[in-house]
């Protein structure tokens, strides 16, 4: 038999989550609240075990690579996740908050640079940095280069099984 929740009030806990009560807000709260420790990857697996929307959007168009741990932070994929998240809200996705404004600025900083630039974002696992801008060339639709056969970075997993998130 598994172990007993730690949520007290379920209806109250889903609530929380479909306002976009953060993490971080509810973990406090619950503390304060009830005297329950909890952490903001149990809020993350409370909400996939309910099966509620998430708060991430997954483009493999833009992030098409598994990435390595020590690049999930490099500054190009900050913004290729911030570019993906403002598409699916432009999209339509109701489920994701807009950028805060601060951002937004940097994105569109970002991508006003690779325009003047005439670059797209490539990835290499190999490297200590990862990611580079390299020149646009004909077979660049979009802000990324494809992966191309003998390219160091290996394809992304489907959604079911990456744990990459945006």
Request: charged share 35%; proline share 4%.
């Given at each position: ?118 670059a797209v974002v490539y990835y290499d696992p190999t490297t200590e940095d990862g990611f580079f801008l390299v020149p646009r060339e004909d077979g660049d639709a979009d802000i990324v280069r494809k ?20």
């Amino acid at each position: 038999m598994g172990r007993a929740s730690k949520v007290q009030n379920h209806d109250e806990a889903k609530r929380w989550l479909k306002e976009g009560k953060s993490y971080a807000w509810m973990v406090a709260t619950y503390k304060e609240k009830y005297g329950i420790d909890t952490t903001p990857t149990y809020w993350a697996v409370y909400r996939n075990r309910n099966d509620l929307p998430l708060r991430i959007t997954r483009d493999n168009d833009l992030i098409p690579w598994q990435v390595e741990e020590k690049h999930r932070w490099a500054y190009d994929l900050v913004m290729l996740r911030f570019e993906a998240r403002r598409r699916a809200v432009a999209n339509g996705d109701s489920n994701l908050k807009n950028l805060a404004e601060a951002d937004a600025n940097r994105l569109e900083s970002w991508k006003k640079s690779l325009e003047e630039e005439s670059a797209v974002v490539y990835y290499d696992p190999t490297t200590e940095d990862g990611f580079f801008l390299v020149p646009r060339e004909d077979g660049d639709a979009d802000i990324v280069r494809k992966i191309r056969r003998g390219d160091p970075a290996k394809p992304r997993r489907s959604d079911s099984a990456s744990s990459t998130d945006i």
